[in-house]
């Protein structure tokens, strides 16, 4: 009888142990989940979610790209997004990311998620910077950018950030070496945004200018 009554007495704590065990869990979940800040989404992005139908105009001749030593590749060119049913249009820059397999960005993904499967894949994504950020993105590139692109430190550096909705823009000096990186934050692996990175075409930031410019003075026409 003491057995019994014993072991009926270790079941129900250990019952009572998983139970309190597994709420603390969902709390410590939940507690997460209300931390962890929302991706932010351009206005060109919500629209082309919302509408049912869409035409995405892309403009070709004006683009600005930048390679890195290994193959990977982001391309910048305006667009215009209209909804076919309210006509309403929306002008911005389109960003394209090619991430090539086994690129830094896939391994250092696989590495922190423990998954090797991330180090195997090639990725083709693109964000969006609504026209409500193109002022300021100017603004970047031309007051602070542009005027350091010949700054060199020794035992210092220093670094220049751009955040937009989806896009973050770095421009780093570092003794004698200069680093441009992009990273898309709506696109993670294990929380590790997307990112691209190349030291040989920072002198090419400038071109971005032109297009940036198109689509703030409103110079798109799709239709000739």
């Known amino acids: 009888m003491k057995t019994k009554l014993l072991l009926v007495a270790v079941l129900s704590i250990s019952t009572m142990g998983f139970a309190q065990k597994k709420q603390q869990n969902q709390t410590q979940n939940q507690t997460q989940s209300a931390n962890r800040p929302e991706l932010e989404k351009s206005e060109v ?14 403009d ?29 249009m929306r002008e911005a820059l389109q960003v394209d990311m090619y991430i090539k397999k086994g690129g830094s960005n896939a391994v250092i993904a696989g590495a922190l998620s423990l998954n090797p499967g991330l180090m195997g894949n090639d ?13 300021e993105f100017i603004a ?22 751009f955040n937009a909705k989806e896009i973050t823009f770095r421009y780093m000096v570092d003794e004698k070496r200069r ?34 410019k198109d689509i703030r003075d409103k110079k798109l026409n799709f239709e000739e």
């Open 123 to 135: 990725d083709y994504m693109s964000a969006w910077v609504g026209k409500d950020e193109i002022d």
């Open 179 to 212: 680093r441009l990186s992009i990273l898309l934050n709506n696109y993670q692996d294990a929380g590790y945004p997307f990112h691209f990175w190349t030291e040989a075409r920072v002198d090419k930031i400038a071109e971005l200018l032109p297009v940036l």
């Open 60 to 88: 070709w001749s004006n683009i600005a790209e930048f390679k890195s030593g290994i193959g990977e590749m982001v391309n910048f060119y305006p667009v215009q997004v209209i909804d076919l049913k309210s006509k309403q």
């Open 45 to 58: 992005r919500l629209m082309i979610e919302d509408a049912s139908i869409t035409r995405i105009n892309k």
């Open 140 to 161: 970047f590139i031309e007051q602070s950018i542009v005027p350091n692109l010949d700054l060199r430190y020794k035992k210092k550096s220093s670094e220049f950030i």
